[in-house]
Structures are given as structure tokens and as C-alpha cells.
């Protein structure tokens, strides 16, 4: 028998020309980006540094485009420390089912799961478009 997968509630947001989900339960914050600080030792993973309040929090890469500095941060509370997410756009909040990940070989992970291995965790569809589904546990800021 064959079951259908749970809905999760997600927020739905664009980053460079891409529509990526992300469960609400791990976001605390979402806020324009005023300012992208440089990171002292640069960080292939790592875009810069962003304010949440007065705290720097790591702004991670989920695309290869280093020259274009997001409009807005969703910011991210794991259990490693904060973390934001770069986006272009929200678009909404949306319940959605996440289908698998087909298999990914070495030449259509990219440089981005390479770095961040189980990032992208399923897809699905909203509005006749793809969406990537973002998976939070697989950021783990203070590793190599």
C-alpha cells in the first residue's frame, strides 16, 4: 500500500531564480539584510557574517552566485548555533509534501551539497514550479 507522505508546514522562498521550502519550526526570525560582513578567514561555505539583533551569525552559501548579497536573512536556531539562510523573496507559508531526492551523482551534486551533504532533501511542487526542500540538521556550522 502505498502511503502519501505527511505535509509539512514550510515557508516558500526565492533565491536566485530557484524556489526553496524550509519547515517553519526552524525559523526564528526573517529580516532584510542590511549589511554583509567579511569573514576574516574565508569560508566556501560561509557567505559572511549577518546581524540578528547585535549577534554576527554566519550567512551560509546555498548557491554559487558570490556576488549577489541577499535582500533577506531567514535566520535558523540549531542546535550547533544560529545560522541565515540567504533569500531574494518570501513568498509564503505553505503546507506541502516533500517527495525524495532522486539519486545525485558527483556531477549533478555540485559544489553546494558537496559542501553541505544532505542539504537538499526532497522536492515538490507549488504553483507549476519546482521546490527544493531544505533539510536544517544538515547545516552544521562548526565543521569542516
Known amino acids: 500500500m502505498d502511503e502519501k507522505a505527511p505535509e509539512k508546514r514550510c515557508m516558500l522562498f526565492r533565491r536566485d531564480q530557484r524556489i526553496y521550502a524550509m519547515p517553519v ?21 560561509v557567505a559572511g557574517l549577518v546581524l540578528s539583533g547585535h549577534q554576527p551569525v554566519p550567512l551560509i552559501r546555498i ?28 513568498i509564503r507559508v505553505e503546507s506541502l ?5 532522486p539519486p545525485l551523482t558527483a556531477a549533478t551534486r555540485g559544489p553546494i551539497l ?20 531544505l533539510d536544517p540538521r544538515a547545516i552544521k556550522p562548526g565543521e569542516p
Open 25 to 45: 519550526t526552524e525559523i526564528f526570525e526573517v529580516a532584510q539584510c542590511d549589511h554583509l560582513f567579511p569573514l576574516p578567514v574565508p569560508d566556501p561555505r
Open 63 to 90: 548557491d554559487e552566485n558570490e556576488g549577489l548579497s541577499p535582500r533577506i536573512v531567514v535566520f535558523l536556531n540549531l542546535p550547533e548555533g544560529k545560522v541565515g539562510i540567504p533569500a531574494d523573496e518570501v
Open 97 to 101: 509534501t516533500e517527495k525524495a531526492m
Open 114 to 133: 558537496s559542501r553541505w551533504p544532505g542539504l537538499l532533501s526532497g522536492l515538490g511542487r507549488v504553483d507549476g514550479e519546482t521546490v527544493q526542500f
